[in-house]
């Protein structure tokens, strides 16, 4: 899913509800001791008519629902993987713009928390509760996986060589911001892709210990357009994603049989 930074991001604190999504919709609509074993699984849940669209009152009790089971689990592997001194105290908040289209992200506060967010319409759009657990394991894998410095760390590396080859072919103020500018841009997107491989094999892990089917989870990528394999892009190709959550749950079905 896409990120989300800046006035924006500040915005949308201001908006941001912590788990009270349920009235919102009903009104109109994350290395040590190993991981405990996996929670048991949530009875089923409501389903929209031919696996189509929830009610708002069931889509938002979803919600709800794993939000309680995901985020201790996201915490915990936070505190047993993430680097020294890295926040695992998740922040789940709710954009509640309606003219928002369906979205997660994952992003960090003026405070150090790291902060999960979902659109009103990602949440009207899930047609079940694993979907809902494997977007919020995927979100919360960025923060483990510290992938907002890492790439930050791209774009700074690709602005120092966008100056360099501005200085090399003596390019003027104006010319060499669009160098840097370039050069952020790439080293930004150059390991785009391997971090949502990344986000999705340790979400899968997130959302299976939570009691989770991410197979089923990762059936949101079927209504996602595919963008295919280019370069530089900042998505893999959707078969390539649910190859690798197949991937992942398989191990995990197998380690559960010893």
Not at 24 to 46: F, I, R
Not at 109 to 137: C, K, M, S, Y
Not at 138 to 148: M, N, R
Request: proline share 7%; net charge neutral.
């Amino acid at each position: 899913m896409a990120g989300y930074s800046g006035a924006g991001f500040m915005a949308l604190l201001r908006l941001g509800v912590l788990l009270s999504v349920s009235l919102v919709l009903a009104g109109c609509v994350t290395t040590g001791q190993p991981v405990p074993a996996p929670a048991p699984p949530p009875a089923p849940a409501a389903a929209g008519a031919d696996g189509g669209r929830l009610s708002p009152q069931d889509a938002a009790r979803n919600f709800v629902t794993v939000v309680e089971r995901v985020e201790p689990v996201a915490e915990r592997f936070c505190r047993q993987q993430a680097g020294p001194g890295q926040n695992c105290d998740l922040q789940i908040v709710v954009d509640r713009r309606r003219n928002l289209p369906p979205n997660a992200f994952q992003t960090i506060d003026e405070q150090g928390r790291p902060v999960v967010g979902f659109t009103l319409a990602l949440i009207a759009d899930a047609r079940n509760e694993d979907e809902i657990a494997f977007v919020l394991g995927h979100e919360a894998s960025h923060h483990i996986l510290g992938h907002i410095g890492r790439k930050q760390q791209g774009a700074e590396a690709g602005a120092v060589l966008g100056t360099m080859l501005g200085q090399a072919t003596g390019a003027d103020a104006a010319t060499m911001k669009q160098w840097q500018s370039f050069g952020a841009s790439i080293g930004a997107r150059r390991y785009s892709k391997e971090y949502e491989l990344e986000a999705d094999a340790l979400g899968a892990r997130i959302a299976w210990y939570a009691g989770y089917d991410p197979v089923r989870g990762a059936g949101f990528f079927s209504r996602l357009p595919d963008p295919g394999d280019q370069f530089l892009g900042s998505h893999p190709p959707n078969a390539q994603r649910l190859q690798q959550v197949g991937a992942v749950v398989a191990g995990l079905e197998r380690q559960a049989a010893y």
